[in-house]
């Protein structure tokens, strides 16, 4: 997905809205290409293709306090992963850079 994005409800889905991501048929067939400006028509059409909601960009600038929030019970989900591992064995190399790797794709950083 390109940027921030929010999955909504076909029914939620205005016109002017942005797709996120290619949109794909039941036959994995680009109906949509990323960044389509959705259109009255298109969307009008979508259910003919059994499209029930669309990931579309989120332009709101993001609550400080929610991404805290969900920083903080991604950490707290790492700590339970790993929760066998110990951070200071120098020999368990394997399983910090695991979990660098990790706490970087789904908290954005270092381990706070």
């Known amino acids: ?6 999955h909504l409800p076909l029914a939620d889905v205005q016109p002017g809205m942005v797709l996120s991501d290619e949109l794909l ?13 959705l259109t009255e028509k298109m969307l009008e059409r979508m259910p003919g293709h059994s499209v029930e909601s669309l990931a579309v960009v989120d ?8 991404t805290a929030a969900e920083r903080a019970a ?16 120098v020999e368990d190399g394997a399983a910090q850079a695991l979990r660098a790797l990790v706490t970087s794709f ?3 950083g270092e381990a706070a």
């Open 106 to 108: 789904r908290a954005g």
């Open 74 to 89: 991604q950490l707290a989900r790492i700590a339970y992963l790993f929760r066998r591992h110990d951070d200071d064995d």
């Open 25 to 37: 048929d039941m036959q994995g067939q680009v109906l949509l290409p990323a960044g389509t400006v």
């Open 59 to 66: 332009d709101a600038a993001p609550d400080p306090q929610q």
């Open 1 to 6: 997905m390109t940027g921030t994005y929010r």
